[in-house]
Nanobody, 126 residues
């Protein structure tokens, strides 16, 4: 069974850090592009960053650029999202997704991703 499972969410104070994990089973994440999406209460889901198959290419949207990092741990078939300098507006359910938008490429468009995790809640608050 092909599956993605996110973990690592929780409550963190503004300015704090948190690392989310996206563990895959049934396929090799390194063969796929992986993106992280988030959905805040009352808002549409948005793609925030992605990494291509392998590690040739990464893309960060402006709201997270310089604060978030996406990286792979191939030994654990896992992709991580390291978040720092967290803000209250980062509060959302975070989802990882894997897909094949193109070799050496990735995108933040949901329609290009076939496999999705169940989401993990991140709350940034005092």
């Amino acid at each position: 069974q092909l599956q993605l499972v996110e973990s690592g969410g929780g409550l963190v104070q503004p300015g704090g850090s948190l690392t989310l994990s996206c563990a895959a089973s049934g396929f090799t994440t390194n063969d796929y592009a992986v993106a992280w999406f988030r959905q805040a209460p009352g808002k549409e889901r948005e793609g925030i960053l992605c990494i291509s198959d392998g590690t040739a290419y990464t893309y960060y949207t402006k709201p997270v650029q310089g604060r978030f990092i996406i990286f792979r741990d191939n030994a654990k078939n896992t992709v991580h999202l390291q978040m720092s300098s967290l803000k209250p507006e980062d509060t959302a359910v975070y989802y990882c997704a894997a897909g094949e938008p193109g070799a050496g490429w990735c995108s933040i468009y949901a329609q290009e991703y076939h496999y999705w995790g169940q989401g993990t809640q991140v709350t940034v608050s005092t």
